[in-house]
C-alpha cells in the first residue's frame, strides 16, 4: 500500500515512468538483432501511464478521470475508423490499428502530463 501511495505523487510517478523507460531502452540495445524495428519504447507507454493518471488523480483530487480518458479514447478511434472509412472505401486492419496506437500515444502523454501539472499547482 505504502507502494501505491508513493507512486500517488508525481515525484513517485515520474520516477517510474523514466525507470521504466530506461529499462526499455537497455532492453532494446541489448536485444537490438531481435527487436523489430517497428516497436519503439513510447509503444509501452499508454498502459502505465493511464495506471498512473488514474492514481494521481485520484490522490490529488479524490476523483479519477480515468473512465472520461478511455471515453474520448474510444470516440477518437470511432472517429478514425470512420475517416478511413469514408476516404478509402474501406477500414484496412493494420493502418487504422498502427495510427490508432500512435494517436493513443500521444494522447497518454498529454494527459499524463495535464494531470502531473495540474497537481503541481
Known amino acids: 500500500m505504502k507502494l501505491f501511495t508513493f507512486f500517488g505523487t508525481w515525484v513517485g510517478s515520474i ?3 523514466v525507470g521504466f523507460v530506461l529499462i526499455l531502452t537497455l532492453l532494446k ?3 537490438r538483432k531481435y ?3 517497428w516497436l519503439q ?3 509501452f507507454l499508454p498502459p502505465l501511464l493511464l495506471l498512473l493518471t488514474h492514481i494521481l488523480s485520484l490522490h490529488g483530487f479524490g476523483l479519477t478521470i480515468t473512465p472520461f480518458l478511455i471515453l474520448a479514447w474510444c470516440l ?3 472517429a478514425s475508423a470512420l475517416m478511413y472509412a469514408y476516404r478509402d472505401g474501406e477500414l484496412i486492419y ?3 490499428f498502427k495510427t490508432i496506437w500512435k494517436i493513443t500515444d500521444i494522447y497518454m502523454i498529454i494527459w499524463y502530463l495535464i494531470i502531473l501539472i495540474l497537481l503541481l499547482f
Open 41 to 43: 519504447v513510447v509503444d
Open 29 to 31: 540495445r541489448i536485444f
Open 76 to 78: 477518437i478511434g470511432i
Open 15 to 17: 520516477i517510474l515512468v
Open 35 to 37: 527487436w523489430p524495428k
Open 94 to 96: 493494420a493502418k487504422f
